[in-house]
């Protein structure tokens, strides 16, 4: 039975991420997609995507005798999942935490804080029109 209460690792992230972007792939897909930035050899990517199975993360089909795996969901519902997991858990529910903590990592560009500006319109607007 699928564990959805387990989080990815860093490492499946790496293996859905290539899933997301190709829709679906093969152990040899996902390690060639992943080798060209990565060191990592076919074996783990297949032991990756074995556990990946068994925690709810990915699902296969057959296809002759090469299992096609595919992303059991949408890239953001799982981050989505992984941003509330992590705005509960480290940030105690804080937005305002989670914004300021993510803004020391790097500095914005003009776009992002356009966006960011934008954002906060739209939720304020929301809010406005919901009282």
């Known amino acids: 039975m699928p564990n ?3 989080p990815p690792t860093e490492r499946e ?3 859905l991420k290539v899933l997301w972007d190709r829709g679906e792939g093969s152990v040899r897909e996902v390690f060639e997609a992943m080798s060209a930035t990565a060191e990592i ?3 783990t990517v297949q032991a990756f ?3 990946m199975e068994e925690k709810g993360l990915v699902r296969h089909r057959v296809v002759g005798r090469t299992f096609i795996y595919q992303p059991v969901r949408r890239r953001a519902e799982t981050e989505k999942r992984l941003v509330s997991g992590m705005l509960n858990r480290v940030f105690d529910g804080a937005i305002d935490q989670l914004v300021q903590s993510a803004l020391s990592l790097r500095k914005p560009t003009a776009a992002e804080l356009t966006k960011l500006e934008e ?3 739209q939720h304020k607007a929301a809010k406005a029109g919901g009282k």
Do not use: D, G, K, S
Request: hydrophobic residues 55%; glycine residues 0%; charged residues 25%.
């Open 49 to 51: 995507l074995r556990t």
């Open 4 to 6: 959805e209460a387990v």
């Open 41 to 43: 050899v076919q074996n």
């Open 13 to 15: 992230l790496e293996i």
């Open 119 to 121: 954002l906060i319109r």
